[in-house]
């Protein structure tokens, strides 16, 4: 049987935003940052999650800097479904690089994408492209015969 992703246990709840400030304070001062640093980085995080939607938000508290996948915390990364261009939930790059990868019927990350944090909170927030800052839109299903042809590789003979 394979492994459900941890997230699944969590309880629904996010956490209270002191026990968040707490936790943030106490990971940033591990990653070595001094107090100021960590009072400005707080500030920035709390504007942050005013400037977001509330979906996105509530996400990121109740993940509280865990992987949805593995649970462990590390840095994390914004994963999203590239054919609905729809928020799924936060992922170490580990597992982020090994979701896009591994497509069995039945894996841990199969599991992950049938059930993902979003779906299990009722967010349905797009993903927001942190280069060009835009939204991202609904894909059109593509052929897998066309999976490695992209814009990039047009006009260069590949």
């Known amino acids: 049987m394979t492994a459900d992703p941890v997230c699944w246990y969590w309880p629904v709840q996010p956490p209270s935003r002191s026990m968040a400030q707490e936790r943030f ?19 920035m995080e709390c504007a942050a999650d005013a400037h977001v939607s509330s979906g996105a938000g509530t996400l990121a508290a109740w993940q509280d800097g865990r992987c949805a996948i593995c649970g462990k915390v590390r840095d994390l990364v914004c994963d ?12 170490c790059q580990s597992c982020n690089a090994a979701e896009g990868t591994h497509h069995g019927a039945d894996t841990i990350f199969e599991r992950y994408r049938q059930r993902p944090p979003a779906a299990i909170l009722g967010i349905t927030d797009r993903y927001l492209n942190p280069v060009t800052g835009k939204e991202a839109e609904p894909a059109l299903e593509a052929d897998d015969a066309d999976a490695w042809t992209d814009a990039a590789s047009e006009d260069i003979g590949l």
């Open 80 to 91: 999203h479904d590239h054919l609905t261009g729809l928020v799924r939930g936060w992922l």
């Open 25 to 43: 304070e106490a990971q940033m001062e591990r990653n070595g940052c001094t107090p100021e640093e960590v009072r400005i980085l707080w500030a």
